[in-house]
């Protein structure tokens, strides 16, 4: 009891030296916390970029659960999976830094190449939201694989190419009539966008990327559904999908590899997406940083 009530009477007579002390207490505190937190952060990064050169993924998820970054970019991906490859199943890394991607098992290299990535562009849309093109980080996986893939344009594609082009947009709805000035409509016909003339003749018309559909000033952007909203050989010859629309695939753009210049997906040469097809199963983990 006499030790509280000499307690008390320090900060009751103390005044201001006594609250200062403290003040400074929590001030020394909250300062070695803003400094853990940047170191934490910047050794992650180092370790991060360590990664592919030392083959290190336990290092990688365990940085990532020290600094609380151990999720997935993508929701869905690799739900219930382990986080680490076993020792004889082999892994992609792509780099978004470097534009490069290595295929490896263990200490081997199997595969590697230069890849585009994202661009980080921003594309706004309307309602004030935006569209954002970046490569996702984080640990992803084969899910399915094709070839000759087509391409089903998002609406950003054609919000982008009006803007480009200085032209205004109209969006198909089956069952719509877009009327053009030489008396003919432009309407869905089963799965064709078509030009139907005033004497019955019908005619469907050709879409494909930088030549999409125009009338009247506007981009006519095509139902979902229909041939016209399906591009081909814009992906290249084949595709390693990756989830949520993105995917490892080819080009018909060859000069832009080992540029960020992509929407998002990782673009390789055709005649390396050919080889990964061959080498990569369904199921393989991909580490993108």
Known sequence: MAFMSRFIDFFRHGGKSAWGAIGAVFLTFGLSTALLATTAETRYR???????????????????????????????????????????????????????????????????????TGSGKVLEREGGNEWKFETPRGRLVVQSKDTSPAWIPPDWHFVEQAKKRGLGLVKLSRGQSIPTPDGAVITVAGSDVVMRYPDGRQVALEATDGREIVANGNIIVPPFGTNQRKYKDVLGTARLNLGDGYALHGTNRPETIGRSVSHGCVRLRNEDIEMLYQMVPVGTPVYIY
């Open 46 to 116: 180092r370790d991060v970029t360590r990664m592919v050169f030392n083959d290190n993924l336990d290092l990688l998820e365990d940085v990532k659960r020290r600094v609380g970054a151990a999720r997935d970019t993508l929701d869905t991906a690799l739900a219930g999976s382990p986080e680490v490859p076993r020792e004889d199943q082999a892994y992609i890394v792509v780099s978004i830094q470097d534009n490069r991607l290595w295929y490896k098992r263990g200490d081997s290299t199997l595969f590697t190449t230069g890849v585009a």
